[in-house]
């Protein structure tokens, strides 16, 4: 063990709280990465987050296909609430499945080519959509697609956190979150301004376009050099390193310090090693940020958008709203982005998880107490086939909903939206980060998948403010577990976390 990991792992200050010694923070020290030349690494992070963008792309799809949809003069592709339910939600089970996968293909085929073998289910499911003939075809296209935005939401976070370094981890690790909101905009942008002219048959053939010019920049990338370090091709890992960190630097040094964090590790995780705590805690944890980040509601409000503005009648319209929230998310993770190095993760998961609370229960207090003759909904038990009702709202106290689902959305993207998944990269020991990532990606969709298929009955059943006051009681707890069970990772290498949870203490809030 280093000298530095000696140290107390928690230091009391006046100002902040530490799980990691400051000392530890120094592996890689300023003139090192000062020397980076970091314009490959980022090329490299680019084609890989052009999977996120289809991700994003995909995900929102249904949100201004199903209004058209259910007005599809053929009976072959027209929605009722059954079918537009699974056609919402049916994405979710595919990314579940994609996760399972990752499980095997992260360690198999590598971080790099799992990511590009997402890209045949992504081609095929767009063009099932494009040419579906009937709800049969749509319901496949979109598990396919669903299938590989799972397989990428398991890779894509892990490529990133092993090719980075600390000094641009937490930004880098925020760009997955970025390319989904773009592609969930560019989305929005074509179904609206383009409806005249892209029929929703042409929005999924515009969804191909970011899966192949993935897969023809990630050829030219290279594997992640720990991964690479794990399958014993250590000239193939060195070449890798010195790609993304530049020839002129000292990435020797660095090498060996991940060259040795691999040798301590076996390659595969044995069934007696679940039971220590270096290996189960950060899985644990992963997993339940996985699970606390669905629970709190964002696929449900992402993928009924339209619907649930066109329920509460706000005074913009539903389409013109769905893009304003698209606007503020966008700027949301770019703020994290920015501050992520710099104040820290936890302090990020505090605040993001106070404004989705805040934001929930005045959505669901508002659609409780505010009448039908202000808020201008007439039946509060649908969100499907509202084409009927009124878009006109009759009060500027509508206004509220808008900026509740805005805070709301701007209180995730800056917290419990990016940092999950760069925790998850960041914390997952290297010889279970494949299998656990896909764990972690197959806990959080089947978790989308359950509440995406009860969210439209149990607004059917007790109306549209008992989830969000659910949504509310779960930001609670998401409060409490980031103070009792999160660590602070900012500027720590993933060999001084690796040695942090090894050494079986637990973080807590100082």
């Not at 990630?218 to 370090?229: I, T, V």
């Not at 949301?332 to 104040?343: E, H, N, Q």
């Not at 500027?491 to 949870?501: D, N």
């Amino acid at each position: 063990m280093e000298p530095s990991m000696r140290e107390p792992l928690v230091r009391k200050t006046s100002s902040s709280y530490r799980t990691f010694p400051v000392s530890s923070g120094k592996r890689l020290d300023k003139e090192y990465a000062r020397s980076l030349h970091n314009k490959w690494l980022y090329l490299a992070v680019f084609a890989a987050v052009l999977g996120n963008f289809s991700f994003g792309f995909a995900l929102v799809y249904p949100s201004p296909v199903i209004p058209a949809l259910e007005a599809h003069p053929s009976p072959a592709l027209r929605l009722d609430q059954h079918t537009a339910s699974w056609f919402g939600s049916v994405f979710t089970l595919g990314a579940a499945a994609g996760g399972l996968s990752a499980m095997v293909l992260n360690d198999r085929l590598g971080r790099k080519l799992s990511i590009m073998f997402s890209a045949l289910p992504s081609a095929v499911g767009y063009a099932l959509m494009a040419g579906a003939q009937g709800i049969g075809m749509l319901l496949l296209g979109r598990v396919l697609t669903g299938y590989a935005g799972g397989l990428t939401s398991a890779s894509i976070p892990v490529y990133i956190s092993e090719i980075s370094h600390p000094g641009v981890r937490g930004m880098l690790g925020a760009c997955p979150q970025i390319m989904a909101v773009l592609g969930s905009l560019v989305l929005y942008a074509l179904g609206k301004y383009l409806g005249l002219v892209l029929h929703w048959r042409w929005l999924a053939v515009a969804g191909e376009v970011p899966v192949l010019a993935m897969i023809v920049l990630l050829c030219f990338m290279p594997n992640s050099p720990r991964f690479l370090l794990s399958q014993g091709k250590e000239d193939e890992a060195l070449g890798s390193l010195c790609w993304l960190r530049g020839k002129d630097t000292d990435y020797a040094r660095e090498y060996e310090q991940i060259k040795d964090s691999v040798r301590k590790q076996s390659r595969r995780v044995s069934c007696a090693e679940i039971k220590d705590p270096f290996i189960y805690k950060p899985i644990l944890i992963a997993v339940g940020m996985r699970f606390l980040q669905q629970l709190s509601g964002v696929t449900c409000v992402l993928v009924y958008l339209q619907s649930i503005f066109k329920k509460t009648s706000v005074i913009l319209k539903p389409e013109y709203d769905a893009a304003l929230v698209g606007l503020v998310r966008l700027f949301s993770v770019v703020i994290a982005a920015v501050s992520m190095d710099k104040a820290g993760r936890k302090i990020l998961l505090f605040v993001s998880a106070g404004v989705m609370l805040v934001s929930n229960l005045t959505m669901g207090l508002y659609i409780h107490f505010v009448p039908a003759s202000q808020n201008s909904t007439i039946a509060n038990k649908t969100l499907v086939s509202s084409a009927d009702l009124p878009a006109e709202p009759t009060n500027y106290i509508t206004l509220i909903p808008l900026l509740a689902t805005m805070f709301f959305i701007m209180g995730y993207a800056m917290g419990w939206g990016p940092i999950t998944w760069l925790l998850m990269s960041e914390i997952l020991p290297l010889k279970a980060r494949g299998v656990a990532s896909g764990l972690c990606v197959v806990v959080s969709w089947l978790t989308a998948f359950t509440l995406t298929q009860f969210f439209l009955r149990v607004v059917e059943a007790f109306g549209l403010e008992v989830p969000f006051l659910f949504f509310a009681v779960i930001c609670a707890g998401n409060i409490l577990f980031t103070g009792c069970c999160i660590p602070e990772t900012k500027g720590r290498s993933l060999e001084q976390i690796e040695a942090f949870f090894r050494t079986g203490r637990r973080s807590f809030m100082r």
